[in-house]
Each structure stands twice: as C-alpha cells, then as structure tokens.
C-alpha cells in the first residue's frame, strides 16, 4: 500500500468544523482513500473512503484533489465524541494483498469545549 | 447483530509464557484478521482467516499462530512471550477477504508480559 502522511495531532472547538488532511502522493490508480477512527480503548471504526469523486456519508465527507495526492476528512460539526485518532489509509481494492489494512501514525484529534 | 467480541480484555503473562486470545467474529462474517497495536503506534497486521484456513500473514514470527472454527470465531496463540508483545491485540470481521468488504473491528485484548 502506497504511504501516508498526516498531522500527528489537530484541536478542534466543539460545533465547527473538523478538517483532517492526508497526503499520500504515490497513490496509484487503482488504490482507495480510506478513512478509520480509533477512539480511546476502542477497537478502529470505519469512516468512509473513495477513489477520486467527493464522497458524504453520515459521518464525514471526504475530499479527493483532482490530481490524488491528497485528501482531506470533514467533521462537518464536531463534537467531544469526536476526539479520537483518525488514521487514512491507501488501499488497492483488487489483488492479491488486499485483505490487510496498513495503518499509519495517524491523527490525534482533540475537541474542545 | 452482535458486534465482534473478543476475550479476556486484559492479561498479564510473564516473559516465555505461552498466551491464547479468542474473538468471536459478528454474525454472517466468514473472515477473520488479527492485528498487534503497540503504544502509540496504529495497528499492524498479523495474519487472515477465511474458512478456517490462512489466507494471508504480516510480518511476525511463527510463534504467532492462530486458528479459525467452523463457527469463524478465531483463537490468536502466542508462544514464548516477550516483553514487545506488550499491546493491544485486535481482531476484526468481514464477510469475505475482497477489500470491499469492511473490516469491524473489536475492543481489543490487553496483554502486558512482564
């Protein structure tokens, strides 16, 4: 899977907007954007993913640049539960390595009340 | 639906133990991954179960073992513990090892070696 780089840590106030991004610039063409939170003590949740059009769903939307180089997650209104490490992954969705997700550091997201 | 579970939350073993994590997968799942989580690091990858057989291994010594049941729940056997293996242990289901299918992920089992 094509590497990643994100923020080790953001802070967010409660109620605005959460904006997380990812740079992954050897992204091939077949590989996805995903996107996974890990809340304390929990086990990793997923968020959402894409190839390269814009995606929302009832947790976030993603934002894909033309060129695939970058993403980036929107928390559209964040809330305390929201705090939490938000990994992106590249993922090939056909081959034979497909079945492992390979995380990263990812992002420590804190939100203030 | 239950979720997946997985069993004790916590144990501690002393170094050169032998040490067995269980995790039941959620119902209609036929696929099972185990990862390893040190502190502070994000998860790696340590093997895949489809249908009771290995469908795919990270990069951990053979004394990581596992096996899967007809019923897809799935053990994680440790041999000969070190201090490293300190970590959170994390299991996940899906229906099928096609990368469409969405891991779920559970709780997780503590383990400190001492």
């Known amino acids: 899977d094509a590497k990643t780089t994100q923020p080790p840590s953001m802070d967010c106030a409660e109620g605005r907007a959460a904006n997380l991004p990812c740079n992954h610039s050897t992204i091939s063409g077949n590989e996805y954007v995903y996107w996974y939170r890990q809340i304390h003590s929990q086990g990793p949740q997923y968020i959402i993913h894409?190839?390269?059009n814009n995606e929302t769903n009832e947790m976030a939307s993603l934002i894909i640049t033309e060129d695939r180089k970058s993403s980036t997650l929107i928390l559209p209104h964040a809330t305390l539960r929201d705090t939490a490490v938000y990994y992106c992954?590249?993922?090939?969705?056909?081959?034979?390595?497909?079945?492992?997700?390979?995380f990263g550091k990812g992002t420590l997201l804190t939100v203030n009340p | 639906e239950t979720g997946v579970t997985q069993s004790p939350t916590h144990l501690i073993k002393t170094r050169g133990q032998q040490v067995t994590l269980r995790c039941s997968s959620q119902?209609?799942?036929?696929?099972v991954s185990w990862y390893q989580q040190a502190l502070g690091q994000g998860p790696q990858f340590i093997f895949q179960?489809?249908?009771?057989?290995?469908?795919g291994r990270g990069n951990f010594p053979p004394r990581f073992s596992g096996l899967q049941f007809p019923n897809y729940s799935s053990e994680l056997n440790v041999n000969a513990l070190e201090l490293d293996d300190s970590a959170l242990y994390l299991c996940?289901?899906?229906?099928?090892?096609?990368?469409?299918?969405?891991?779920?992920f559970g709780p997780g089992t503590r383990l400190t070696v001492l």
């Open positions: 996940a289901s899906s229906e099928g090892t096609n990368a469409y299918n969405e891991q779920f």
């Open positions: 119902s209609g799942h036929n696929t």
């Open positions: 992954i590249v993922r090939e969705i056909s081959g034979g390595s497909n079945y492992k997700l390979t």
């Open positions: 894409g190839l390269k």
């Open positions: 179960y489809y249908r009771e057989e290995e469908n």
